[in-house]
């Protein structure tokens, strides 16, 4: 597996991997809450107590690509992790359409890039390594502006980790993977298209691991 | 205007005209709600205060059409309104969707038809008519599974309406149309598809009202 | 219309604005809160969707027009707004009656007329224009000592909006024509003859949105 | 005064009386609520402690005359009072005004004058005698719609009072007397004309302690 | 009476004057709380609505003479009252009691003599007049420990009212003689001995009204 | 010790004993509440772990001997104690002197003395025996009253326990001599002369274990 | 895997399944609360969407394996499930450790051990199988009183596993393994010895996937 | 007994000790909280009451060594205690165990002897004495790891009560000696093995009272 004994690992990102966690960082079982990070890090521990792994999420609702770096240092840095984990860009990009009349709460493409890139630049030399994960809408209607959009900043995720040579996971992939197997609908996981339920949660949880090489 | 002095009105239908509306009904300005029918209720009363108008709100959340028909003769008959404004449909398509697993949550097209029909013939003898809208669903993919169904939804609502002369409204026209003008995403009005914000609920409010000719 | 494509247009005033509005500006659909101001935006927007207007508002409620003086720069010109739709003087008239004991709660009319002069003087260089609204008070006995001298104010204000060229609502009037009218007693509208309820909001929304050439 | 020792006093009315009551009965010093009748019956305990008069609190918020008749046996006869103090009518009349829409909350003049009738004479036998109190409108304009039917009202309860030869407390030529005075305007002692605050409620309070010879 | 037209009439002391009274100070029908001075405030302005006096209370539950010193300034003196009404003490004495191992909550009766000096000669020159009353002990019994030293505060502020020229009235007098009347033992008015009921609170209310020379 | 192994021992009374216990018996560690019966209980417990003893506490807030008699087939004799530990009469008494105006709420002291009868002649056939505990009332001014009363009816107790043999605890005693030794005045006890505090809770205790002959 | 396409899928047990699952059955992803059903069940959908299957949570804390029997024709039988899985004996034990006082409230082992056979027997012919898992306590000293009482009942539960051919998890050894491997004290689990945290509750539900052949 | 008249004594330590104690110190009957200090505190006032002791409790939810030195200054040494009663190390020790991802949490047996040397040092000088109590652990399993180590803490207690001459209570002895009298399991005193119930606290408090010399 990606992860060694005694390794710190951080989750950096916005809603999704927020879910009440506590503050100001969700560490140890009480601390991770009940999103798909905190599923990670409770499976992670379920198979490896031996290695006694640090687990820490510090995902907060709402944080687009410019809060993240913005408290980098202290969220990040700080803590040491050996490995950090990041997905980031849904709100940069939401924030453009459910608040059309608000564009200073819109983050533009390449400023999207160019805080990503600073992030990760300052980050490499101190770590084992970083996970970059795509950020992702559920509308499997590739034609919707906002999927469009959303695809758009996936892409310079995935153009990043090639670049820096970081494992790079496609989240939105795995999405149009899932529906496209049939079975359940995008209402099914959640209603908004963001915000996964339990089942969407163990989506996430299992893609996450399977990348990351977890024995089962 | 369709509607006339000393005219009593009544809407029912789910979630969409419920919102807070008081039990077990929503009569007057401090019962109605805050959901489109709280809006149309209120404009009425604004521009045709000498009508006196008794507009009554029996909208509840989660119903389909079944649990309409059950409680038909409670919520409608005796009410005794003069004229019966209807839409529903929605979680008789959604829970197909958003709950796979539990078929007996659905409600099917043709039992669909099958209670409009009865809920229609046993009012129109008593009233002085009924006013029928479509069913919908944001989603502006029209390949979407849900969206199909809808749509055939609709379909049966504008057919019964045409066989039965009532006023229709369609709805889901209604939304395409306003999505195609631009300016606004569907998250703009609503995060799940279904559940308009206030923007949104105007929207409705103003379409109900142009149908019934209401006279700015 | 008033307003056109992509104006910033922001609402000012006490308590008939407010209903919960969200701080320290009510933007956007979710901030607007449940007043006569929320229905304006709302209506707006529903009817405009590609003018993509920002409708702002930060009535306050309990707010005088010294009030409003003092957060001017902050909650008005701060916020770059292209329209300026003031409706304040209520509370300037109301403490001198409810109040009787507490004369430092009192706002008296030449303090008024002074401070909604330099509000109109230091924004109308700043904005393509402004929308003054009457006080009013639902009393219709114009004998009574509060309604007199809310009928003062508003001949100050119907003086100053003259004098400035600026479209001025008579609120009142448009109050006393809709009682005129029969059907609705004032306590059909609101108890204490200030706050109304959802049938007044929507007939001072209608007033407003005809003033400002609203195409249903 | 009226009531002697060991007397039973019994009100019996609507919101005005009932403030926080306690249920099934304002009995005793923690039951009698914070309205007027908790005043009165304060005061004359204080007043008068070797009495040890028993005052008992039976007004119920919204109540019309025809709701007092319906709970007269159990609220009144079986609570054996040597008195009956009665305030009723103001929500008769008032359900007219604020629930233009709903006639069935009204409550007319000749049932009101029959319903007062039936609960006078089935009471008159059984008790020392009784105490009647005028329904009022804190409205000063007598040419309001609302305010006529009040004193409508009020004139059904002095005539009735004189017919049976009962104790009656004009209290709405009370408030005109009161506001005529000056130094208060109605807004000084409640906003919606009906609930006084606590000046209000001494004012109500010392008018019928005044009216029984209560002794300073 | 002793207050004329247009007085400012201010109330300070512990628990028995607070009962919920508004911060900073308790102004208006709305800010006197439920105490004793409640019920003393809108008896005045029921009585006399012309003269539209002003009635401030500043009472604050367990507070000591001290605790009076160290305030007086900011909540007496700034609020230029014409009168100051007193009621202090029953704290300095309970602690001595109920706290019998916390010496630094007493106050012994020299430096509640000396405090009760300076307070009083601060304030006379600025107001027309004081009103005193003494700390009370319902408790009936004149050898308890507790009623002994209260009883020795009581005579302290006598004294000082005699030497000052100040009206002073004898509350515990009061109470004796309220029971010594028959008919209520203390537990009827209170609890503890200390906190009235609405019963007491309207003895209190009385005492004082009487000693002012208010016109029933 | 008066208790033996595997013993069952029920506590019966009314607030002195209840002090939030668990509905309907409170049973077991968690269940015994927080007054003087859930001290007793617990230091039964921690000296004699290997008893096993079950201690049960129905003592119920407000409760007079007629209310015991009313629930004791159900609370006392279903549960089947070996030993029936009981202190009532407080409510008997007070009652009388805080709800003066109120007689049915009172229960005078032959009824008191015949309620009790009924019951120890009902339980001494079924149990090992039972413990009586006269009521009691903090003032210390024998001439009080309600004190009069209460100690008329604590030597019915007393004269009762030597009638059929009883163990029987003066409480009152203990409580005068108590106050005697100094150092405490009963406010710092209790506030309201009845309810002890955490302190007086542990004299109750102490006085039951010295009288059953508890090992310390 | 064991669980095939469109299987209704049962877990029925104690708290350890419970943890707030919707009432009366936790069924889809909203009901099934957080416990390691929770954990199973949508690891499973996440896994198998394209299966359609339905899981069902009737897991209620605190019950023994009487009150399952109780509930198992309504709960059980009327869901129709093809899969049973079952986790119960906890209580049994506990009761008898922690409520020593309370005897009413143990569940000895021959009862333990006919009850399950009669809900097997009564099971096995209408379903396609059972799932059976031992109760534990994580308790390691295996000479604890307690322990060997749960080891004697979990033995039980893999007799009859043995006895009726039912896939039979030793969830006890699961622990006693997990804790032999280092890394992890029970108080890194639970504080009670009882109540997984996530990472317990993700230790039994790797545990469970693993037995039934779960493809990662 | 150990303490005398007037004696001030002051309690320090972690959550066995504060259980909703009052900030900043729980002083008097009302402050002490529901611990086994608030038992040992009202036995020692019911016992003595001419006495007057002053007893504080500064017991602090989860606080190890090092938070009370941090603390020692403000709130024992400012107190001016004539004895200091403490009992600490439990959360040194369990958070080794509980949290074995936070190394930062954890506190070492060198530190924590070192920590309570410096606290005895600067306290013995100014006090009259000390008394110190061991840590415990109510796993009975003296091979459990985490036994282990709180046993070694517990000696560090007892080297230093000797080395010092300070009165030492051997807590975790005298809960192994209550165990192994058989009747009760440890989860008849707390499902965690550190919190004790109501039963236990007594427990600690009569080993407490017995080893100052309380006379029963």
Redesign the interface.
């Known amino acids: 597996m990606l992860f060694e004994k005694n390794d710190r690992i951080l989750f950096i990102g916005d809603s999704i991997g927020d879910y009440d966690r506590e503050r100001p960082v969700g ?4 601390g ?1 809450g ?1 999103s798909y990070v ?2 990670v ?3 992670l ?3 490896y ?7 820490m999420n510090v995902c907060t609702s709402g944080h687009q690509s410019r809060d993240l770096e913005k408290r980098w240092d202290e969220d990040v840095m700080n803590n040491r992790p050996d490995w950090v984990c990041m997905m980031i860009g849904i709100n940069d990009v ?1 924030r453009q ?6 564009p200073e709460l819109w983050y533009g493409i390449e400023d999207y890039e160019a805080a990503l890139c600073r992030m990760i630049e300052k980050t490499l030399p101190k770590v084992k390594g970083m996970v970059l994960m795509t950020p992702y809408f559920l ?3 590739k ?4 999927r469009k959009t959303m695809d758009a900043y996936g892409a310079v995720v995935k153009k990043l980790g090639e670049k820096y040579g970081i494992l790079t996971i496609d989240i939105q992939k795995m999405w149009d993977d ?1 529906f496209s ?5 995008p ?2 996981i959640c ?4 915000h996964p ?7 996430l ?2 893609t996450f691991l ?1 990348a990351v090489g977890y024995e ?1």
């Open positions: 560490d140890s079982a009480d991770w009940t905190a599923d890090a409770s499976m521990q379920a198979a107590p031996a290695y006694r792994m640090r687990i939401w359409y459910d608040c059309p009349d608000r509308e499997q209607n034609e919707d502006e906002m899932f197997e049939g079975g359940l609908h209402h099914a209603w908004d298209c963001i339920n339990i089942i969407g949660r163990k989506v949880c299992r399977k089962w």
